[in-house]
């Protein structure tokens, strides 16, 4: 983060990724109908949806500045879970009233607005206070539709993270009173995956520290909560 933060200030710009991250946006939103519709006629549409979403992970700069974009794409029409826990996921969901999901990258944000269609809930969408790598931020969001189906608010933190000491009280308060948390990225289940709540982690593993403390390989991607491997 501080050297991020340095490469910004000596620079004298505040949103270095912008382009590519408007970019990555655009050509998400263009394939939106095409990726809606293989969710809707899909046979589970929820987890269909969760897949893509997590595939979609894998739109990092902070991870691989080089990655292939038809690539990822690719990945979403033959790629499943390494590890799924969809069963609790449900179950928790059926009971939910108020969900916070806690955004990553930009790009993904489209993704994240076709599983929040099928969540079928009142969602409030959490991303980063100031632009850091190609996180998500609120004028991200708005770029990608996700406030006309859900609230859309800073965490506070500017970390690629979410470290909750960083976060507003506004953001604590509902993070702790939600119903359900879904967390995307490896970043905030590295800062979240310790905290005492239950919250399921949404992502694709891309440090080989993380996958092997999970017994995993890396690049697999999983949705788990933070039992899991304790």
């Known amino acids: 983060m501080v050297i991020y933060k340095t490469i910004y ?4 710009n505040s949103d270095p990724y912008r382009e590519i991250k408007e970019r990555c946006t655009e050509n998400l939103l263009a394939l939106y109908p095409q990726l809606q519709d293989k969710i809707i006629s899909s046979k589970d549409s929820l987890y269909t949806a969760l897949t893509f979403a997590a595939l ?15 690539k990822i794409i690719r990945t979403f029409f033959h790629q499943d879970f390494e590890i799924s826990e969809y069963n609790e996921f449900k ?21 994240d607005k076709l599983l929040i269609e099928q969540l079928n809930k009142p969602v409030i969408y959490a991303v980063r206070n100031k632009p850091i790598i190609n996180d998500a931020t609120i004028d991200d969001a708005r770029h990608a539709g996700i406030d006309n189906i859900a609230e859309v608010i800073s965490s506070g933190c500017d970390a690629p993270g979410t470290i909750l000491k960083l976060c507003t009280t506004q ?24 905290t005492n709540r239950p919250i399921f982690f949404l992502l694709q593993l891309k440090c080989p520290v993380v996958a092997r403390n999970l017994r995993l390989k890396r690049k697999s991607t999983i949705l788990i909560t933070n039992k899991y491997g304790q």
């Open 56 to 70: 979609a992970n894998a739109i990092d700069l902070g991870a691989d500045h080089n990655f292939d974009f038809n």
């Open 171 to 194: 953001f604590k308060k509902i993070f702790w009173s939600a119903d359900m948390v879904i967390s995307k990225g490896q970043g905030n289940y590295e800062t979240l995956s310790d």
């Open 9 to 12: 200030r000596i620079s004298k």
């Open 91 to 111: 179950k928790t969901l059926k009971k939910a009233k108020h969900i916070l999901y806690i955004a990553d990258n930009a790009g993904e944000t489209v993704l």
